[in-house]
């Protein structure tokens, strides 16, 4: 019922509203979102016993990091939690978050991608942040226009690195969408 109401919400505006432009489709609700059409998760491609996590970890601590005795996972180092200006300095309380969420991107075009593009999109360096967890975890799957960093001081970085990396991916966004973006952009991104 929850996923019904929506749909009837929007046909209801729809018929009650002025011819708009064909909006593109953006999901087919045949192939509902699922984790694991992106792929297996942190994978490790050069054999090192570090996946992509811990590697993104060690690349981006501003100190060298410590990792736990195995050699495959990064226990300490100084990070930058830049959705809330935090420092953390233990990887445990660290997510890696996807910039442009995974549901996001399989409800804006995602869905219609082959299985090797939503892997790289998975695990693109470019969409992928340290930040702490809960940060992360209050964001969920939402897109801009639901949720921006609790720090303002880098909500227009945010701002346009989640624009372009959905731009680089070919994204759609309806008509409606563009203009509430834009005009997010113009407000936090004033020069």
């Given amino acids: 019922m929850r996923r ?5 919400l929007l046909g209801l505006t729809l018929l009650t509203c002025a011819p708009v432009a064909r909006v593109p489709e953006l999901a087919s609700p045949a192939a509902p979102y699922s984790r694991a059409a992106f792929g297996s998760g942190w994978t490790d491609p050069d054999g090192d016993c570090l996946d992509t996590r811990a590697e993104l970890l060690a690349d981006l601590s501003t100190v060298p990091v410590r990792l736990a005795p195995s050699g495959c996972s ?8 830049p959705y809330t200006g935090q420092v953390i300095t233990e990887a445990r309380d660290l997510d890696i978050d996807h910039i442009v969420p995974l549901r996001y991107a399989w409800g804006h075009g995602a869905a219609s991608w082959p299985a090797g593009k939503r892997a790289r999109f998975a695990r693109d360096p470019v969409n992928l942040l340290p930040v702490s967890a809960s940060a992360n975890r209050s964001k969920g799957a939402r897109g801009l226009l639901d949720w921006l960093p609790p720090d303002p001081g880098f909500r227009c970085q945010y701002v346009l690195r989640f624009r372009r990396i959905a731009a680089s991916y070919g994204l759609q966004h309806t008509a409606a969408e563009e203009r509430e973006l834009v005009a997010l952009t113009g407000r936090l991104c004033r020069t």
């Fill in 4 to 8: 019904l109401l929506p749909l009837l």
């Fill in 74 to 81: 990064v226990r300490h180092g100084r990070w930058f939690a």
